[in-house]
């Protein structure tokens, strides 16, 4: 797509939900941006559900170590490589602002760890399969840092929980499945791209090379296998080292929003941050910009074989 192309493709904006905590002079601020262009060239939305660094004070107050939580946590500047590849593509974008150490949006909703909720009430619950990624310290919000240990000074109140879950969870998903239903009603099918980054993956006995890539579907259940497929060759070709479901396989996004029966098919795509951070994994590089011309052509390639499925073997345009 040229320059002239995307400058001259009418765009809507959008800012949704909103962050608790947020008081006084700082105002209320939007859990997340969707930027889409009014008649997308490609079936695709891509999704940076761990790109929020807009933190209330009273949220780094009750963090032990600040810094290091928010560093850890964050999916490090991949919204600046979401944001370069969405302009060069055309493809719908749904930010978060919303940070994950508030609330993290690829978990479910009832994918807490009841211990560190203030005054709750239901001990029953606590131990069920739904929260079984909150006793491990990452939960719908994060409780524990491998190495680091608790991230809270106190428990987080009951009304606080729901009040994120309302401002921030419950928007966000909404607007990522209404445009994914737009999308599909326009083309016939829509591919959602999750788009995270993953601290560099140790060199293992079943890993000899680290991925520089990890592709997930939930094990075929998120994405029909010709996509996935063509996505893992594409990136593999270029001579990238690529993992497919390991040691990530998808969360609560692609277990939500992939939907191949109805259409919609979500991949998830882990990068890892040496390929575009400073060797502190803190600040962008020159790097970004070879990775995000990459990844477009990546998202370019697979938003054409999504049209020509849902086109039966031919390539569908959008009308300009």
């Given at each position: 797509?040229?320059?002239?192309?995307?400058?001259?493709?009418?765009?809507?904006?959008?800012?949704?939900?909103?962050?608790?905590?947020?008081?006084?002079?700082?105002?209320?601020r939007?859990?997340?941006?969707?930027?889409?262009?009014?008649?997308?060239?490609?079936?695709?939305?891509?999704?940076?559900?761990?790109?929020g660094?807009?933190?209330?004070?009273p949220?780094l107050?009750?963090?032990?170590?600040?810094?290091?939580?928010?560093?850890?946590?964050?999916?490090?500047?991949?919204?600046?490589?979401?944001?370069?590849?969405?302009?060069?593509?055309?493809?719908?974008?749904?930010?978060?602002?919303a940070?994950?150490?508030?609330l993290?949006?690829?978990?479910?909703?009832?994918?807490?760890?009841?211990?560190?909720?203030?005054?709750?009430?239901?001990?029953?619950?606590?131990?069920?399969?739904?929260?079984?990624?909150?006793?491990?310290?990452?939960?719908?919000?994060?409780?524990?840092?491998?190495?680091?240990g608790?991230?809270?000074?106190?428990?987080?109140?009951?009304?606080e929980?729901?009040?994120?879950?309302?401002?921030?969870?419950?928007?966000y998903?909404?607007?990522?499945?209404?445009?994914?239903a737009?999308?599909?009603?326009?083309?016939?099918?829509?591919l959602?791209?999750?788009?995270?980054?993953?601290?560099?993956?140790?060199?293992?006995?079943?890993?000899?090379?680290?991925p520089?890539?990890?592709?997930?579907?939930?094990?075929?259940?998120?994405?029909?296998?010709?996509?996935?497929?063509?996505g893992?060759?594409?990136?593999?070709?270029?001579?990238?080292?690529?993992?497919?479901?390991?040691?990530?396989?998808?969360?609560?996004v692609l277990?939500?929003?992939?939907?191949?029966?109805?259409?919609?098919?979500?991949?998830?795509?882990?990068?890892?941050?040496?390929?575009?951070?400073d060797?502190?994994?803190?600040?962008?590089?020159?790097?970004?910009?070879?990775?995000a011309?990459?990844?477009?052509a990546?998202?370019?390639e697979?938003?054409?074989?999504?049209?020509?499925?849902?086109?039966?073997?031919?390539?569908?345009?959008?009308?300009?």
């Amino acid at each position: 797509m040229t320059t002239a192309e995307r400058e001259s493709r009418p765009v809507r904006h959008e800012a949704g939900g909103f962050i608790p905590g947020h008081t006084g002079s700082e105002g209320e601020r939007p859990a997340y941006s969707l930027r889409a262009p009014l008649s997308p060239p490609l079936p695709v939305l891509i999704t940076v559900p761990h790109a929020g660094r807009d933190y209330p004070s009273p949220l780094l107050a009750a963090m032990r170590d600040p810094d290091y939580a928010c560093l850890r946590l964050e999916d490090r500047l991949i919204d600046e490589v979401a944001a370069l590849v969405a302009e060069e593509t055309g493809a719908v974008l749904i930010m978060a602002h919303a940070p994950r150490a508030m609330l993290d949006l690829n978990r479910a909703r009832d994918d807490v760890d009841w211990d560190m909720i203030e005054g709750h009430r239901s001990p029953r619950v606590r131990h069920s399969m739904a929260n079984r990624r909150a006793r491990s310290g990452l939960g719908l919000v994060p409780r524990r840092l491998p190495g680091h240990g608790e991230i809270w000074r106190r428990q987080l109140p009951a009304a606080e929980l729901e009040s994120r879950i309302e401002g921030i969870h419950r928007p966000y998903h909404a607007a990522t499945a209404r445009e994914l239903a737009r999308i599909r009603d326009q083309w016939g099918a829509a591919l959602l791209i999750d788009l995270h980054s993953m601290p560099p993956l140790r060199r293992t006995r079943e890993l000899p090379d680290p991925p520089a890539f990890v592709l997930g579907d939930r094990f075929g259940t998120s994405c029909v296998s010709a996509l996935a497929s063509h996505g893992y060759r594409f990136l593999e070709a270029r001579g990238h080292s690529v993992a497919h479901n390991r040691p990530y396989a998808g969360g609560y996004v692609l277990e939500t929003h992939g939907a191949p029966k109805r259409g919609i098919h979500a991949l998830q795509l882990e990068v890892c941050r040496s390929s575009y951070l400073d060797a502190r994994l803190e600040r962008s590089t020159a790097r970004i910009k070879p990775l995000a011309r990459l990844l477009a052509a990546w998202v370019r390639e697979l938003g054409i074989e999504t049209a020509r499925m849902a086109a039966g073997g031919t390539i569908q345009l959008a009308a300009e």
